[in-house]
């Protein structure tokens, strides 16, 4: 309880004493009185406490709003809070999904390199074996396989360029 509950309760009571007393010392007269005159009295005698708890109760409202008010933007600063946070969560998620993106764009990089690799060793044993055959077919089919290793080594070199460019966005992620 307020101290302004507390001072209304010491009031009402100081009051209902004052009256209980003069009632006590003056009770022959009171004992006389018609019902229209006791209701007078307690109308009397009753409204200053009834006003008096009117105000106590404005000011315990005051109190209480204040309060709310102060519950209230105490609840706002911890929502802000909570939106920062998933601001910096989705962002975070973001970061992985585009890191988990490029690291899966160099897995297919390095599969399709792997398998330029293999084709690039066919045609290495393709060009040995012509070589050893040493047909008169077998310069032409040299010379056509070569051209093929040409490309295939220019295109395991454009593979390699785009996984380090890869990795090196991804570590910027990381």
Known sequence: MGSRVVLGWAATLAWISLWGALLYFDWPAARGMSFNEWGDFFAGSFAPLAFLWLVVGYFQQG???GQNTKALEQQEKALK??????????????????????????SSLMVRLEATNHMLDSICNQIERAEKLNSAGASKKVAELQQRQVRLEASIEDLLEKVEELE???NGYE
Request: glycine letters at 4%; one cysteine or more; a negative charge.
């Open 168 to 170: 090196g966005a991804c």
């Open 63 to 65: 109190e209480e709003l």
């Open 81 to 106: 809070l909570q939106v920062e946070e998933l601001k910096q969560s989705v962002e975070q998620q973001s970061k992985s999904a585009i890191a988990l993106s490029r690291q899966s764009s160099i």
